[in-house]
């Protein structure tokens, strides 16, 4: 069965350096997508950054980056110049061709610290 | 990006009464909604996968005549929750995708707090 795994279920990061969230899956499938989403504690599930199993560079969306690494299966998360604002529950998820739905990896909360 | 509005954000019920919660998308047509149920500290587990005009798929272990979904538009899904009970208190949100493709991202409702007393 497809599965996510977030094996960080804390992390602490000191305002405006980077931190990694490291994120790993498992699937024989050819195509697939990987994607990061940040749920503060109001619940809403922001979505940061998707990466497709075929795209041959990492994803960016500003301050969010993605490091693919397709051979050992892993799509780790690089927050770069934390801020407070950062402070939150990031989970990973990938989509199959199985319908479309989402699987959620286990979550990391990120403190950023001041 | 797109919106997926989600309503109630919160409600407590009495035990043995039934919840609707709405999922509305606002400026795309969704072919497939998601439900999924959070508890505190936990993941998002996928409930129900439901698409416009036919029946729900659940997933395993979820009660479907407990769960009752219905997805009658391109923009509406409902989740009701019938005979409520003090362990269905969760955190329920949907989501709807406006193709079926692995890239296409996932719109997230804000989630509805469900409190049953």
């Known amino acids: 069965a497809q599965k996510i795994t977030q094996t960080q279920p804390g992390m602490f990061v000191q305002e405006k350096e980077a931190v990694t969230l490291d994120c790993t899956y498992d699937?024989?499938?050819?195509?697939?997508?990987l994607f990061w989403y940040k749920q503060p504690s109001s619940g809403e599930m922001i979505f940061l950054i998707y990466?497709?199993?075929?795209?041959?560079q990492n994803a960016t969306e500003g301050r969010y980056s993605l490091n693919f690494q397709k051979a050992r299966k892993s799509a780790n998360l690089v927050i770069s110049a934390s801020q407070l604002g950062d402070s939150a529950m990031y989970f990973c998820?990938?989509?199959?061709?199985?319908?479309?739905?989402?699987?959620f990896g286990q979550g990391t909360e990120l403190s950023v610290k001041p | 990006g797109a919106v997926v509005s989600q309503h109630p954000s919160r409600v407590i019920c009495k035990s043995g009464t039934s919840v609707k919660i709405e999922c509305r998308s606002l400026?795309?047509?969704?072919?497939?909604m998601f439900w999924y149920r959070q508890f505190p500290k936990q993941s998002l587990m996928l409930m129900a996968t439901?698409?416009?005009?036919?029946?729900?798929?659940?997933e395993q272990g979820v009660e479907k005549d407990k769960f009752l979904i219905n997805h009658a538009s391109l923009t509406l899904s409902t989740l009701t929750v019938t005979s409520a009970h003090p362990e269905d208190s969760s955190f329920y949100i949907c989501?709807?995708?406006?193709?079926?493709?692995?890239?296409?991202?996932?719109?997230f409702g804000q989630g509805t707090r469900l409190t049953v007393v």
């Open positions: 989501s709807a995708r406006a193709t079926v493709v692995t890239g296409t991202e996932a719109f």
């Open positions: 699937t024989s499938d050819q195509s697939y997508g």
């Open positions: 990466q497709g199993s075929y795209d041959e």
């Open positions: 998820a990938a989509s199959y061709n199985q319908g479309g739905k989402l699987i």
């Open positions: 400026d795309f047509q969704a072919t497939t």
């Open positions: 439901s698409n416009e005009g036919s029946k729900a798929t659940y």
